[in-house]
């Protein structure tokens, strides 16, 4: 009996240690696929950081990073084919009302105020949102980015229908402005840091600060709610990791430049580090906590989207959004 109770002590142990074990090995890591929406920048410097400095290991995740399919980085979640993503308020709105809605929703802001507007060269006179009259814009054609410019003319006195519009995919800003285009809408911690690198002076006009409608999520953190549904606890994971990331990032911004550019080494480092400098402090703001969504904020651009009657159907108040998976 005693060299019994001491097999299965020893069998006890044993098992124990395997049961340790097969829960440290890579086995049990779950991979996750993270979309972006456009080639690697510091809008994404968070997530690499999270994965340099193996904060999403320590959460049992491993995560791949990959480019934007041909259909975009929403309908690579919404279908599955990425577990989060990169999205855009303004973008995932039609998807939000039609009969059939996509199954995408954001569950964390990767900047706290909406960075993007209109800019141009200093010499095109273009001070103020007015000043647009008469001038050409470079434009995708989107019905909510015609109305955007179109609202912020028209509170500034000025006629949109005197705007020439010329439909144009802007891939180089710099260059664009160089040619027969006056205006173009930019992210400016990128393009407008790049332009300021390169020597030029502009005029910017600010959507998030001239108007409160335009102060929207804009980029977000995206996921499908099926695979929420199916994972909660992995997507809390993958969202606290990603926290310390971005928040590493906040406190270390020349590191996390550095970290960026090993990642993508393509990348320009002096656009980088100054664009990395600037971007910072919109990453938490004023925010009670990283990536946390405020309902009005969100509410308010889509009850504008109603107004207007931009959208295939009504978009319910706070719809498309949750905070649940923030720790």
Same mark, same amino acid.
């Given at each position: 009996?005693?060299?019994?109770?001491?097999?299965?002590?020893?069998?006890?142990?044993?098992?124990?240690?395997?049961?340790?074990?097969?829960?440290?090995?890579?086995?049990?890591?779950?991979?996750?696929?993270?979309?972006?929406?456009?080639?690697?920048?510091?809008?994404?410097t968070g997530l690499y950081v999270a994965r340099d400095k193996g904060f999403f290991a320590e959460e049992g995740l491993e995560v791949e990073i990959v480019q934007p399919s041909e259909d975009g980085a929403e309908v690579m979640v919404a279908t599955g084919r990425a577990q989060f993503g990169v999205g855009f308020q303004d973008s995932i709105a039609p998807a939000l009302c039609q009969e059939e809605e996509i199954p995408v929703i954001a569950v964390a802001a990767l900047l706290q105020h909406n960075t993007s507007g209109l800019i141009s060269l200093k010499k095109a006179g273009i001070d103020r949102p007015a000043a647009l009259e008469g001038k050409k814009y470079a434009t995708w054609e989107s019905p909510v980015e015609l109305s955007t410019v179109q609202r912020v003319m028209e509170n500034d006195g000025g006629d949109f229908s005197k705007l020439q519009l010329i439909p144009s995919t802007v891939y180089d800003v710099v260059t664009a402005l160089n040619t027969e285009i006056d205006c173009v809408w930019?992210?400016?911690?990128?393009?407008?840091?790049?332009?300021?690198?390169?020597?030029?002076?502009?005029?910017?006009?600010?959507?998030?600060?001239? *108007?409160? !409608? @335009?102060?929207?999520?804009?980029? &977000?953190?995206?996921?499908?709610?099926?695979?929420? #549904? /199916?994972?909660?606890?992995?997507?809390?994971?993958?969202?606290?990791?990603?926290?310390?990331?971005?928040?590493?990032?906040?406190?270390?911004?020349?590191?996390?430049?550095?970290?960026?550019?090993?990642?993508?080494?393509?990348?320009?480092? *002096?656009? !980088? @580090?100054?664009?990395?400098?600037? &971007?910072?402090?919109?990453?938490?703001?004023?925010? #009670? /906590?990283?990536?946390?969504?405020?309902?009005?904020?969100?509410n308010r651009f889509f009850r504008w989207l109603n107004d207007t009657g931009l959208m295939p159907g009504t978009l319910p108040e706070n719809k498309g959004f949750t905070n649940e998976y923030l720790n």
């Open positions: 009996m005693k060299r019994n109770k001491m097999m299965m002590t020893a069998l006890s142990v044993l098992g124990a240690a395997i049961f340790w074990l097969s829960g440290c090995s890579n086995t049990n890591t779950r991979k996750i696929t993270f979309a972006l929406d456009w080639t690697p920048n510091t809008n994404h930019i992210y400016y911690a990128w393009d407008g840091v790049k332009l300021e690198l390169d020597g030029y002076e502009t005029n910017y006009i600010d959507f998030g600060k001239i *108007d409160p !409608v @335009f102060d929207y999520y804009t980029p &977000i953190f995206i996921s499908g709610t099926e695979f929420l #549904k /199916k994972e909660p606890a992995t997507a809390r994971r993958f969202l606290k990791a990603l926290r310390r990331g971005y928040e590493y990032a906040i406190a270390h911004p020349e590191e996390a430049a550095e970290i960026l550019c090993k990642a993508a080494p393509e990348l320009d480092r *002096d656009l !980088v @580090f100054a664009s990395q400098k600037w &971007i910072n402090d919109y990453y938490k703001s004023d925010a #009670k /906590k990283w990536g946390y969504i405020e309902p009005e904020r969100w």
